[in-house]
């Protein structure tokens, strides 16, 4: 079963700028330190779960989060499977 992962606000504010992007459908903006897919992922709680990451209509491999940088307008969508019986 295929499922999409809710957004919630980050609330890290730590110096810098912050990015603004679209998450799954709505704009969500992110600190300044989550800089890569990694960063967000780890940031919501979804570093450990299988996730298909897109970003701008591009699926971007796993090997790829920690060095796949976030920036301001990027559209990301999380979509994670959910077993069940």
Do not use: P, W
């Not at 940031?43 to 301001?72: C, D, G, H, W």
């Amino acid at each position: 079963m295929e499922g999409s992962i809710s957004c919630r606000q980050i609330e890290h504010r730590r110096g810098g700028v912050n990015v603004n992007i679209q998450l799954n459908g709505r704009q969500q903006e992110l600190s300044a330190d989550i800089k890569t897919i990694a960063q967000l992922l780890a940031s919501l709680s979804l570093e450990k779960r299988i996730v298909i990451v897109e970003l701008n209509k591009e699926i971007i491999n796993k090997t790829a989060y920690a060095e796949q940088s976030i920036r301001n307008g990027d559209k990301v969508e999380l979509i994670h499977f959910v077993g069940g019986g």
